[in-house]
């Protein structure tokens, strides 16, 4: 089954990041500070973690709220979560399509830049609609389309394979988020530059991050060196006047209720 094997490829791409992962995660400590001001603030419930990686969030999460879970499909991850995060959080190997929870029993989910990763998104969606409690809330951050335009650029005048993951738009997002059963309350889409020594931060960023699996790329393995070189000269037409190279990051965030 394609989708299963892409979903185990990611897994294992994260897992092997998990120790360099905190160091490296400047993106991930702004979104889901940024996501703060949209928690409920009562203490007296049921918090999951969807995708809570080395469990930096879920721990800052257990210092507010009795019960707190933290759920990711990395073994990796979970262990260096076990080993350095708070002892009252409850950490759950699994996969976002089948959550291990019963219907309406979480009070609110946090999910920092995870369901990018997800495809088909909607099934994913359905399945945090299914364990959120009726008035529950999904609060999240998500990578749209336009996200690293520069790399993506530059390595679309190299060649035609695809070396940077296509991200969905804010409009189809938008679309699963609102319906019968769900209504998007509040949101808002930044745009995020960080700065790069030279193109190989980058590329060694993403890889610490587990963020360069790309499910559509054709090649295997890396991108030769002449290529490689190539596409560099094409990255410093971005290059800004004190010889930094920007990466631009689209990041959407939201506010989520159940409505029944």
């Known amino acids: 089954m394609p989708k299963m094997t892409s979903r185990y490829k990611i897994a294992k791409s994260f897992g092997s990041a998990s120790a360099s992962y905190d160091v490296s995660a400047r993106l991930q400590r702004y979104t889901g500070k940024h996501l703060m001001p949209w928690l409920p603030n009562r203490n007296d419930l049921t918090v999951l973690d969807l995708g809570s990686g080395t469990g930096f969030f879920t721990d800052l999460l ?9 759920v990711d499909i990395s073994k990796d991850m979970l262990k260096f979560a076990k080993e350095n995060r708070n002892e009252a959080i409850s950490w759950l190997e699994a996969d976002a399509y089948k959550l291990p929870l019963q219907d309406n029993s ?7 830049l995870m369901i990018q990763w997800c495809e088909p998104l909607d099934s994913v969606i359905n399945e945090v609609m299914r364990v959120l409690k009726p008035g529950g809330l999904f609060i999240f951050s998500t990578l749209v389309n336009g996200t690293l335009y520069e790399l993506k650029s530059a390595w679309a005048q190299v060649d035609d394979d695809q070396h940077v993951i296509d991200f969905k738009s804010e409009r189809e997002i938008r679309a699963l988020l609102n319906g019968s059963d769900r209504k998007l309350l509040e949101a ?6 960080l700065e790069y020594e030279n193109v190989l931060h980058l590329a060694h960023e ?8 790309v499910p559509k790329k054709q090649g295997r393995g890396l991108a030769g060196k002449e290529k490689w070189q ?3 000269r094409r990255y410093q037409d971005f290059l800004e006047p004190n010889d930094i190279y920007p990466a631009t990051y689209k990041v959407f965030s939201g506010l989520v209720v159940k409505l029944n």
Request: net charge positive.
């Open 188 to 193: 808002k889409q930044q745009d995020i530059i």
């Open 106 to 112: 979480i009070d609110f989910i946090y999910s920092n």
């Open 206 to 213: 993403l890889k610490s991050l587990g963020a360069n699996h």
């Open 230 to 232: 190539k596409m560099m």
């Open 62 to 70: 257990a210092s507010s709220y009795q019960q707190v879970m933290g």
